[in-house]
């Protein structure tokens, strides 16, 4: 709740900052001198500020709740307690004799273990103790096991640091708090702090720095290289055979009222199935290998392919097909000049679209079985809580994602200039 | 026997709900090579029917379409179309539009080039040849589809509504270029248009249709296109012969679209 409260507020002040500080600096173009914006949709470009301020609100955010040393100390949410922090506790007896003991507890940084101090034992019959504790965990402590009358004699804990304490209650200390179990038993329970353990989410740094470890020694028996080649293998052959077979059944659709009657009932019934819920029929069919990851990836980029190259045959003006007939075109060279590059914008929409689809379904058949991908790594990484790698395979994931659209688009951009333009 | 024969030619469709339409009934007419024929008529006339079944598109249901001593049966190089507009390939520059007939003839460049280059020069277009479709205006666009046309050669050019959706001033300068084009190329043309100035201005003969069923009402001779060949378009408008004429086809069109809806009404 708080780093989303800090989140918003981050996202107004960038605001109101940027307004400030750019007044007065506005370019006079066109767009900037229409007075209706709100409602005009050409009238909204993206804010090149506002982007660059959002990625870096999202890193600092992530810095400042895991105690980054990308980030000076004061940006860091408060961390857990660690350090030194004593409790005194009271004892009586069945009798109604009371004695206090003194508990020392060192609370060191997870990964960094560390022994209990040495403590004198103290006078009374309540000893004194000593506890380590990890950051961010808590720890039941059997006090009275040290002391001449325990709890098997009849004593109880009744108070912590001189405030009484009963069962289920619970005192705040310096370093956190100190609960009492329903059986009696006190639970140290040092500050957490606002900062996210590690095992839930590394800081940035840690998450690069594993990055680089991977990239060189690798992960599993494969190199990162190739974790990351083995799916992009996967997706490209997948997309090229789906295109392959998809395209010419979708202009065989387009053209043929047979092939359409014929495959419009296929087509129509697979296009809506996810190619997630076709994974455990290819696994029965062809096993976890590579074969079995192709088929799905031809699986789901066939029916788009073609549903793609049957709209672009049937978006066809009319008149430029009669025009090429009657400027006296054969129908193979209507096929070759007219048909074909009139739906190559249509079959480009497609690609994009079941590459999109193709990079996220290898990903997912990855997560159920593979030995190499960038799947297979995040799911393997998260067994053995190595969240740092899984952080870092979604990063590379969404990153080759968008890199593939960003190569679509420039494909279409050069080699169909023409699109969205007649 | 040489021109274009159009003879008996009757259409009729049938619809979904069971009914038919009667589109054409019984249209008969002949053209002299080189004659400029234009076709004004209220809407659903059945004149785009005819035109697409003199081009080959469309099947009549009884009559034939003779050219050159032989039966059409489909679309060819022969007849020439120019649409009104979307008909041009955006993926090819004007060139390759303009010379899209000579090659799929499997002409080479060498042999085309020169009656290309040539043509692109007559509409005026020939700083444009390397431009792609889509960065011309509406009336470069329509010059090209003029240009592409020519450059295939055909004894006829069908027009269907070439110059509907282009604005006033523009439309102007492409009437006196397809007049222009006309007399130098001496093809017979055949030009559908919703305008009747624009039937008066170009039509060497006009022919009004009536519709439902759709059939030939009235034909003129006309001497107005040749007085434009040679004279500014806007001094043949002012030809008191030119305004009676107007009226009174104008009046006729009038009178088809009241009994039309009369008879509509009277149905309801």
Redesign the interface.
């Known amino acids: 709740m708080i780093p989303i409260l800090i989140y918003v507020a981050m996202f107004v002040a960038a605001y109101f900052v940027v307004k400030l500080v750019t007044a007065g600096t506005q370019r006079q173009d066109f767009t900037s001198l229409k007075t209706v914006t709100f409602g005009d949709e050409s009238a909204v470009v993206s804010d090149r500020k506002a982007s660059i301020i959002s990625i870096i609100a999202i890193i600092v955010l992530w810095g400042a709740f895991t105690g980054s040393v990308l980030l000076p100390g004061f940006l860091h949410a408060p961390g857990p307690f660690t350090g030194d922090g004593t409790f005194t506790y009271t004892v009586e007896t069945a009798d109604g004799q009371r004695d206090d003991a003194t508990v020392t507890l060192l609370v060191h940084p997870s990964g960094e273990p560390a022994d209990a101090p040495e403590v004198a034992p103290g006078e009374g019959f309540a000893k004194d103790d000593s506890v380590a504790i990890a950051a961010y965990r808590s720890k039941l402590a059997r006090l009275d096991q040290n002391d001449e009358i325990g709890r098997d004699e009849g004593a109880r804990i009744v108070a912590v640091n001189g405030q009484p304490i009963a069962p289920g209650g619970e005192v705040a200390t310096d370093f956190g708090r100190v609960v009492m179990s329903q059986r009696g038993t006190l639970n140290i329970d040092p500050d957490k702090g606002w900062q996210m353990e590690p095992i839930w989410l590394p800081a940035p740094e840690n998450v690069f720095t594993r990055m680089g470890e991977i990239a060189s020694e690798g992960f599993r028996n494969f190199t990162l290289w190739e974790h990351l080649g083995y799916s992009l293998m996967r997706v490209v052959v997948g997309f090229a055979l789906g295109a392959l077979v998809g395209i010419p059944l979708g202009y065989a659709m387009g053209l043929s009222n047979w092939f359409r009657g014929w495959f419009d009932p296929i087509v129509e019934f697979m296009r809506p199935v996810p190619p997630l819920a076709l994974i455990p029929l290819v696994i029965i069919w062809a096993g976890i290998g590579e074969g079995g990851k192709i088929i799905l990836l031809f699986l789901a980029a066939l029916w788009i392919m073609a549903i793609a190259a049957r709209s672009g045959v049937s978006g066809v003006?009319i008149?430029?097909v009669?025009?090429?007939?009657?400027?006296?075109?054969?129908k193979a060279?209507l096929m070759r000049?007219?048909i074909i590059?009139?739906s190559?914008p249509e079959i480009f929409t497609g690609a994009r679209v079941a590459m999109g689809v193709c990079w996220g379904t290898v990903v997912a058949a990855e997560l159920v079985a593979a030995e190499k991908g960038a799947g297979m790594m995040i799911m393997v990484a998260s067994k053995f809580q190595n969240t740092d790698i899984v952080i870092m395979g979604i990063i590379l994931i969404g990153v080759i994602g968008f890199g593939i659209d960003m190569l679509m688009r420039w494909a279409e951009r050069v080699l169909?200039?023409?699109k969205g333009?007649? | 026997m040489s021109g274009l024969s159009i003879e008996k030619i009757s259409m009729r469709f049938d619809l979904p709900n069971g009914g038919s339409v009667q589109a054409l009934k019984d249209v008969s007419l002949h053209l002299n090579e080189g004659e400029l024929m234009s076709v004004p008529g209220p809407s659903g006339c059945g004149k785009t029917t005819l035109l697409n079944i003199v081009?080959?598109?469309l099947a009549p249901t009884e009559g034939q379409i003779v050219m050159n001593g032989h039966t059409v049966t489909?679309?060819?190089?022969e007849?020439?179309?120019v649409?009104?507009?979307?008909?041009?390939?955006?993926?090819m520059s004007v060139r390759d539009n303009v010379s899209?007939?000579p090659r799929?003839?499997g002409q080479r460049e060498a042999d085309y080039r020169g009656e290309v280059d040539h043509l692109l020069e007559v509409v005026g277009l020939q700083e444009f040849k390397e431009k792609?479709?889509?960065e011309l205006s509406g009336g470069m666009q329509q010059r090209v589809a003029l240009a592409?046309?020519l450059a295939?050669d055909?004894d006829v050019i069908l027009m269907d509504e070439p110059l509907g959706a282009l604005d006033a001033l523009t439309r102007e300068k492409m009437q006196s270029l397809v007049l222009k084009l006309w007399k130098e190329t001496g093809k017979t043309i055949i030009l559908i248009t919703h305008s009747v100035e624009e039937a008066l201005l170009l039509g060497e003969r006009l022919l009004v249709m009536a519709p439902r069923p759709g059939r030939i009402h009235k034909e003129y001779q006309l001497h107005f296109a040749d007085m434009g060949v040679d004279q500014d378009l806007r001094e043949v408008k002012k030809h008191p012969e030119f305004a009676k004429n107007r009226e009174e086809i104008l009046g006729m069109i009038w009178d088809m679209e009241e009994e039309i809806m009369g008879r509509t009404e009277a149905a309801q």
């Open positions: 003006n008149s430029k009669h025009a090429a007939y009657s400027l006296g075109a054969s060279q000049y007219v590059p009139n190559l169909v200039p023409w333009k007649s | 081009a080959g598109f489909g679309p060819d190089a007849r020439g179309m649409f009104q507009q979307g008909a041009l390939f955006e993926w899209f007939g799929m003839k792609a479709i889509y592409r046309c295939n055909p």
